[in-house]
């Protein structure tokens, strides 16, 4: 009885500052210090930006569309759950200004290929989206019909 509770709580501990993704096994800290890499990015982007957080560089090109799960994600403590989010996924994360609220917002994003606009809005659809973002023609396009 001893052994499998010493077992449980080095589990728990171990999931507490870490995590697996795409088969390797990220620290809590990394996650901490990436997140602060993009917080502070933000910051020189009040405009907004799309950001390959693999590489911390811009796409020129391709269709942002955010996931659900991220939404509502506006506080550098949030951030985190985005990075995770992120990595776990397609490795992009968008940021932008919310001119209705006043507040940043962060959604762990998937990118299309520019040539798959009707794919791009069926996925926005899907994860309830009111628009999607042409990197290339640095455009929104509003799925409010």
């Not at 080095?10 to 990220?26: E, Y």
């Not at 620290?27 to 602060?36: C, D, F, R």
């Not at 995770?84 to 917002?105: E, K, P």
């Not at 996925?123 to 455009?139: H, L, P, T, V």
Request: overall charge neutral; proline content about 2%; aromatic content about 10%.
């Amino acid at each position: 009885m001893k052994v499998r509770l010493l077992f449980l709580l080095l589990t728990i501990s171990f999931l507490q500052t870490s995590c697996t993704i795409n088969g390797k096994l990220v620290q809590k800290s990394e996650v901490e210090t990436l997140s602060e890499k993009i917080w502070t990015y933000s910051q020189s982007h009040p405009d907004g930006f799309t950001l390959d957080i693999r590489t911390m560089t811009e796409p020129t090109e391709g269709i942002a569309v955010s996931y659900s799960a991220t939404q509502g994600s506006h506080s550098r403590k949030r951030l985190n759950y985005v990075v995770r989010h992120a990595l776990r996924h397609d490795g992009y994360v968008g940021g932008w200004l919310n001119s209705a609220d006043s507040l940043y917002y962060f959604d762990s994003t998937r990118l299309f290929p520019e040539d798959s606009l009707d794919v791009a809005i069926r996925f926005g659809i899907e994860n309830g989206q009111n628009s999607i973002y042409s990197i290339a023609g640095k455009r929104e396009i509003s799925l409010i019909k």
